[in-house]
């Protein structure tokens, strides 16, 4: 059938491998020919629970049966369920459910320019790292720190001033009476996972206090126990104004939140909405893993598989002269020391395993939060083969 399959009539945006995906199950997935392939990218750190798991299985056939959709401009049971898990886990007091990080971000975009408009004289500009990444519309694109992106789209959305990540002088510099909010990521996912350091997120959580300005967090990557704990920030002891939440928080499907503390709350009537954004399905969905992740040993088990894989991360780079193992939890990344990842994530895919290059030199790994001890064992042994074999030339 990949013979046979027809990709002309799916937009070109990607170079995308020619093989068609029909099935998954836990750490596994399955193309039309019958292959299998242990992932490792999961989405893109999205299926947290795994392909196709119990809990949302049971959750979206429980709620299409119930409710699928009555309109943002009502309250849903669900909708209501998951904001109050929600606040209940961070700290934070109100949720705005959406469907995708970059709806999300631009929400958070939208509250701290509302709030500047309100309580700061009309301040909007928000400060934010260079490489980093918020999302893919044009204001999330602004905000990005991609050099890449540097010309597209133009004109850019104004009003984005970025700085190096863990450059706490650098913010204090740019921080001007214009200035509203920062903005960043716990770890820079996309970047390829280069952690904002505990010291720089509690002086920036001082700093922002100090100034008077918003924190906001963007946790669409490390939220929901990727890293070890429920949110990114716990690791600091930290809590931001405004939080957005999207990847693991569906466990696969189109799922966000915008989180905000109650003094930053000041969206009036009209300001932010969206035909799904609070949907009873998708919001089902949330509770079951937000619930999942949540139930007792569960963020004990991702530490312990974390380690696991960082050890046989290391244990590998030192037989292939490799460089550190950055990340937190099940976020990890290899600097390989050479620009060889493209090309090990490729054979590694004819060797049934799928990997993410999100830079030349680095490998990036964001398995399932349930992912096996074996199964780690197994993605390194694979990855040790295709690293000799990809060295070799
Ligand atoms: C993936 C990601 C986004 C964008 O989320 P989408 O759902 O693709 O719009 C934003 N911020 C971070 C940190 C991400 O990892």
């Known amino acids: 059938m990949t013979n046979a399959a027809n990709f002309d009539s799916v937009m070109d945006i990607t170079p995308r491998p020619p093989i068609v995906f029909v099935g998954g199950q836990g750490s596994w997935l399955t193309d039309s020919e019958g292959n299998t392939y242990l992932d490792f990218i999961q989405g893109w750190a999205v299926n947290c629970l795994g392909h196709s798991p119990r809990p949302i299985l049971e959750a979206l056939a429980r709620q299409a049966e119930r409710l699928i959709n009555c309109s943002p401009a009502f309250y849903n049971d669900q909708m209501i369920r998951l904001a109050d898990l929600l606040t209940r886990h961070s700290g934070l007091h109100q949720v705005f459910l959406a469907n995708s990080g970059a709806e999300a971000n631009e929400g958070a975009i939208k509250l701290a320019r509302k709030w500047g408009a309100k309580y700061r004289d009309g301040a909007h500009e928000i400060i934010t790292m260079d490489h980093g990444f918020h999302g893919r519309t044009l204001a999330t694109m602004a905000a990005s720190g991609k050099a890449q992106w540097e010309h597209l ?59 008077g300005i918003l924190l906001i967090l963007d946790e669409i990557q490390t939220g929901v126990g990727r890293t070890g704990r429920l949110f990114g920030c716990e ?122 290059a999100p830079r030349p030199d680095s490998l990036r790994f964001m398995p399932a939060l349930t992912v096996s001890n074996a199964e780690i064992d197994r993605m390194t042994d694979v990855l040790d083969s295709v690293m000799t074999d990809v060295t070799k030339g």
């Open 235 to 356: 690791h600091a002891g930290v809590t931001p104004d405004i939080m957005t939440l999207a990847k693991g928080l569906g466990g696969g499907v189109p799922l966000a939140a915008l989180l905000a503390h109650r003094d930053a709350c000041c969206f009036e009537y009209g300001d932010q909405g969206g035909t799904f954004c609070g949907n009873p399905l998708m919001a089902a969905v949330g509770c079951a893993v937000i619930e999942a992740v949540t139930q007792p040993g569960f963020l004990a088990r991702v530490v312990q598989a974390g380690e696991h894989l960082a050890k046989r991360l290391y244990a590998l780079s030192a037989r292939h002269g490799c460089g550190e193992v950055r990340g937190m939890g099940l976020l990890l990344a290899l600097d390989l020391k050479r620009d060889i990842a493209p090309d090990v994530a490729a054979l590694a895919m004819q060797r049934g395993l799928l990997l993410n």
């Open 153 to 211: 789209y133009e004109p850019k959305v104004s009003g984005f001033i970025k700085v190096p990540l863990n450059d706490l002088a650098a913010v204090a510099a740019a921080i001007t009476p214009q200035t509203v909010a920062v903005m960043l990521e716990p770890i820079q996912g996309e970047a390829g996972v280069f952690e904002a350091t505990i010291p720089f997120l509690r002086s920036l959580r001082a700093l922002t206090r100090e100034r």
